[in-house]
């Protein structure tokens, strides 16, 4: 007599795996969603008004009902004669940001790997990093009790030490001001930058040192040969992203620092900073959101390339 077989359909046994593992990562899943909804509702539902970079806005009829007028929007940032200055400087200040703030947060991330003393370096950390916390508005009044010519620290303090008597006009000199915000944006900035850096520091093996001290390696010779390859993947993906954004600008830092003064305008606009000026003064949002798109496409198609050119020297360290 033959055995009764018992068949469980393959399709009801993948529901059941399926369900089994929904159920596994479901708090997960959970903690996650605030971030997700977020996303959602920040970054992707407001891609829709990309439509308004290819229309002239009429509020009465509506962003749907207004008429289109093409690529005219994008011609408000070809077509003037400060086209040239406002990419300049954005692009030239992103690359000088991006290159030597990586070698400064690097270089602040080891030398707090270096501190042993639990208290020393908690309290180094917080004083490097508190900057990042202070309002760019903020910032810009500390720049100003510095700089203004009639009560400035610098005018009735500093320069006199050195014998310069009638001061210096800070608001008005355009050749002081690439200095000024470079040492603006790296003094709030570098800080929080290193925290990536020191935390990737913090996993590597003890044992790799100990190893080189054996051998009889510098401490510079240690940072070269070993701390440096294996923070690698870590600085070419923060530097990935970084280009993303290299046609964006802080606008805090190019707009309320200098005062908004526009005896500065040739070392101090941006694409981001001249776009809210044109915003301000015509109210056409259509201009402001055809340089959003159109910094949106550089960046990408920058990210890609960079990308690109980080797999043909090692896929293992590229993103994507």
Known sequence: MEKASITVPRAGIQYKKKENRFRKYLPLLSM???????????????????VIAFKKINFAKGIF????????????LFKTSDA?????????????FIVVGTFLSLACA???????????LKFYQSVITLPHLISMVIVSYLVYALLSADTGFMNHTVLPWFGIKDGVSWYTEEK??????????FWKSVGYSSI??????????????????L??????????????PILMPVIIMLTLLSIGRIFYSDFGLFYQVPMNSGALFNTTATIDTYVFKGL???????????????????????????????RLYSKDSALF
Do not use: C
């Not at 990536?196 to 001290?213: M, T």
């Not at 003064?281 to 980080?310: C, E, K, P, R």
């Open 110 to 120: 080891i030398l707090l790997n270096e501190i042993k003393n639990k208290v020393l």
């Open 32 to 50: 996650m969603a605030p971030g997700l909804l977020y996303l959602l509702f920040n970054n992707y539902i407001p891609m829709l008004g990309i």
């Open 84 to 96: 040239f200055i406002i990419t300049r400087n954005t692009i030239l200040y992103n690359l000088l």
């Open 280 to 310: 301000t003064g015509n109210g056409d949002i259509g201009l402001s959101t055809a340089a959003g798109v159109y910094q949106s496409i550089v960046g990408f198609v920058l990210v890609i390339l960079a990308n690109y050119m980080v």
């Open 196 to 213: 990536v850096f020191f935390a990737a520091l913090l996993g590597i093996d003890e044992e790799y040192y100990e190893a080189a001290r």
């Open 65 to 76: 009902e207004s008429d289109w007028i093409g690529f005219k929007n994008f011609e408000y």
């Open 176 to 185: 002081y001001w690439p200095w000024i915000l470079t040492l603006v944006h």
């Open 215 to 228: 051998d009889g390696a510098s401490r510079l010779q240690q940072i070269r040969h070993i701390t440096i």
